[in-house]
């Protein structure tokens, strides 16, 4: 009984550990600007690349994988300046935008919503090496 109980415990963490990504509409998204970033709060409406169409789907689908299993990171926010702002729109025409922090030099990519200063969010190794390739750095 107890170890049944256990399972079921550790299942109820898990559950809930898989949505503590950013928000990032995941399979919802129909088009992705990135742009070099001007600063905190905004995102610079001069991208120099966009993904949008069929012939994207998969980019998009690998970006918004990687802001959407983000993991948040605990404490007081201080960092550089961002390097990118990406900019989702999905289907219904809501926008989500993100600083973004991307170094080959570094493992792990940082995001932060535009409007949740407050808060970052580390991108797993593998969606860094994702946003590596797509973004050409």
């Known amino acids: 009984m107890n170890r049944w109980l256990s399972s079921i415990g550790m299942l109820l963490i898990v559950v809930a550990l898989a949505g503590c990504g950013a928000d990032a509409p995941a399979g919802a998204v129909a088009k992705v600007e990135i742009s070099e970033s001007r600063g905190f709060g905004s995102f610079y409406p001069e991208p120099f690349v966009t993904y949008e169409g069929e012939s994207s ?59 949740e200063t407050h808060y970052i969010y580390r991108v797993s190794a593998e969606s860094t090496a994702d946003l590596l390739e797509i973004i050409g750095e």
């Open 57 to 115: 789907a998969a980019t998009i689908e690998r970006i918004a994988k990687a802001i959407h299993e983000a993991e948040k990171q605990p404490g007081i926010v201080n960092v550089a300046e961002p390097k990118y702002d990406m900019r989702l729109t999905s289907r219904d025409g809501s926008t989500e935008a993100y600083h973004l922090w991307l170094d080959a030099r570094f493992e792990h990519a940082t995001i932060m919503n535009v409007e």
